[in-house]
């Protein structure tokens, strides 16, 4: 009977329309070529930094080690979303059947609980390159770090198991129509003919549980560092060390700006033209933004990357 309800939410129909977001866009043709074009940009450029990691000896360090796994998280986290609105477009077939919403929604909540950790793992590593160097092999050795990525891992798949068979079990009476271009939790939410208040409620508890946590690690390890900075004599050390966090902090606040923004503010600040615009932000710009803020800010990647490309020497 669960099963049933779970498949056909009480409703003759087991499918989703995915209004999207061309339906909102004067030229949906051109849209459609550029969220192509960034979706390429943002495989290519993650693909590449991964390669560059594991490939480069001098980049096999726990700091490269995270951005591979942030990496890796923005590959998947694009891929669930933007080949099913290219697609749609395509074809001119918007639907997606009830375990393939299911099924997005979970991966998309493991990946973004996922990555909310993986950030903090990325702020504490910072704090114990900056404030302890001696001891900095120790309290991040190979063990230690590949502990704490799959810790994010599970940490984020937690999200996702708690919130998806919950919110896909929910009656959805009335109209079937998503008023977002993949099925996120509060667009789907409003479809539902029952109460959901106290869910709405406990979702966002949970939401503010898995900011807070996160945010305080983040905000403890960056307030070492700023004293740690603030002692250094050095004026290379501080250049330095402002650099290495400048581009970790520039992620974080991209990320973490966009899912406040989503689930912690009243629904009396959410549109879904607002919500799709910020989804778009989150789920196709972030994941073509970081390739290029931790390659472009930094001289150990971009010398890696003319290594790699410089085959002048082949042919000499």
Known sequence: MEDTTWMA???????FILVGIFSQSKHPTLLCVVIFVVFLMALSGNTILILLIYSNVRLHTPMYFFISQLSLMDMTYISITVPKVLVDRVTGVNTISAPGCGMQMF?????????CFLLAAMAYDRYAAICHPLR???????????LLACGCW???SVDGFMLTPVTMTFPFCGSREIC???????????LSCSDTSLYETLMYLCCVLMLLIPVTIISGSYGFILLTIHRM????????????????????TLFY???MYNYMLPNSYHTPEKDMVVSVFYTILTPVLNPLIYSLRN???MGALKKMFNVGPVFQ
């Open 9 to 15: 939410n009480h409703s003759g129909r087991s499918e």
């Open 107 to 115: 991966l998309y909540l493991t990946l973004a609980g996922s990555e």
């Open 136 to 146: 900095y092999p120790v309290l991040m050795n190979h063990r230690v770090c590949v």
């Open 154 to 156: 599970l940490l984020g």
């Open 180 to 190: 977002h271009f993949f099925c996120e939790v509060p667009a789907l939410l409003k």
């Open 233 to 252: 004599n050095s004026a290379e050390g501080r250049r330095k060390a402002f650099a290495t966090c400048s581009s970790h902090m520039t992620v974080v």
């Open 257 to 259: 700006g966009a899912a």
């Open 299 to 301: 001289k150990d990647v």
